[in-house]
């Protein structure tokens, strides 16, 4: 399968993350997941890390997971308990697993795993946490660079944010990474809240989904009503899956709208830390602009994708 793009994902599952996994596995025609790696985030390195190895076992992905950063650059570690539950994953139970993490060191892992790969091959990035285990690789392995195709990342918000007015909580939890990663001049796709916003799925469907007789089904539905009547989204009609708009995207970018811009990250403590700061001035500076902000998505498209790619899952392990 010669168009398929060798995939590292970085993440913190976390519900959406979950639904992210779950799009990526159940498209193997389009991406070679190389490996997983963990960073604090929604929950704990341990708590993220053993569902990461959890949601491989129960997706049927045999992809090896590396544990990451317990903490940010420079900033306490946060977690989102109140939206993602106190298993991470919306206290949903996902079968136990003996996997064990291959490495507590993702950043040599990923190092590793890109520098591994044949002559003329790269690999895509696909965080959907904090960027600490990201920004360090890029730090202390520049070598990295040039087998790195881009970044699809969920973070940040043009005009929005969710844990301050203007800051969404994955660059929130880690500024000083996210610079990193925005200023690196690598090429970036910013899932951003402006079109993770368009990235719902509604009460209806997360009830077919959770009464649902099929396993995928049934627990990615699940998952999805308890972050529905989290405090994020108790009296809204859909709860935004945002970490799933990056693999949607790199299956589907017609159904995307976005503009290169410069983004850069406020690193202050003040009001507006963790702001991605995207310059959409028509008097902006000229320049190659490495960052696409996407802004806008076709909502039922989305929704009609993640479902079919649930379904699609369960009947392959079906079998
Ligand atoms: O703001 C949404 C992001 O923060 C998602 O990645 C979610 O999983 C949490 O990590
Ligand atoms: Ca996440």
Avoid: W
Wanted: proline share 6%; charged share 25%; hydrophobic share 40%.
């Amino acid at each position: 399968m010669e168009n398929r793009r060798n995939i590292l994902m970085d993440c913190d599952p976390g519900i959406d993350d979950a639904a992210a996994l779950c799009v990526a596995a159940a498209h193997p025609e389009a991406f070679r997941i190389l490996g997983i790696s963990t960073v604090a985030g929604n929950q704990t390195i341990e708590t993220v890390t053993e569902n990461a190895l959890r949601l491989t076992q129960f997706f049927g992905l045999d992809v090896p997971v590396a544990q990451g950063a317990k903490v940010p650059l420079t900033r306490p570690a946060k977690t989102a308990a109140d939206i993602h539950g106190k298993n991470g994953l919306g206290d949903v139970e996902i079968p136990k697993t003996d996997r064990k993490a291959v490495s507590d060191n993702a950043v040599v892992f990923l190092r590793d795993q890109i520098m591994g790969l044949p002559k003329g091959e790269r690999v895509t990035l696909v965080p959907t946490g904090p960027l600490t285990n990201i920004a360090l690789l890029l730090k202390v392995f520049p070598e990295v660079r040039e087998r790195v195709e881009e970044i699809v990342l969920m973070g940040g918000g043009a005009c929005k944010g969710n844990v301050t007015p203007v800051s969404e909580f994955n660059i929130f939890a880690d500024p000083e990474a996210a610079s990193i990663v925005f200023e690196s001049g690598l090429p970036v796709v910013m899932c951003g809240l402006d079109v993770t916003g368009k990235c719902g799925v509604d009460r209806e469907t997360a009830k077919e989904l959770a009464g649902s007789g099929k396993k995928i089904a049934r627990a990615v539905g699940s998952m999805i009503q308890f972050y529905l009547n989290s405090p994020a989204y108790r009296n809204r009609p859909a709860a935004y899956v945002h970490d799933a708009a990056t693999f949607l995207y790199l299956l589907h970018p017609e159904i995307f709208r976005g503009e290169r811009m410069p983004v850069s990250v406020d690193c202050s403590d003040g009001i507006t830390r963790g702001m991605t700061i995207c310059d959409a001035r028509p008097t902006r500076p000229e320049g190659e602009y490495h960052t696409l902000v996407l802004l806008d998505a076709d909502e039922k498209k989305f929704l009609e994708y993640l479902v079919e790619a649930v379904h699609m899952l369960d009947a392959r392990l079906d079998g």
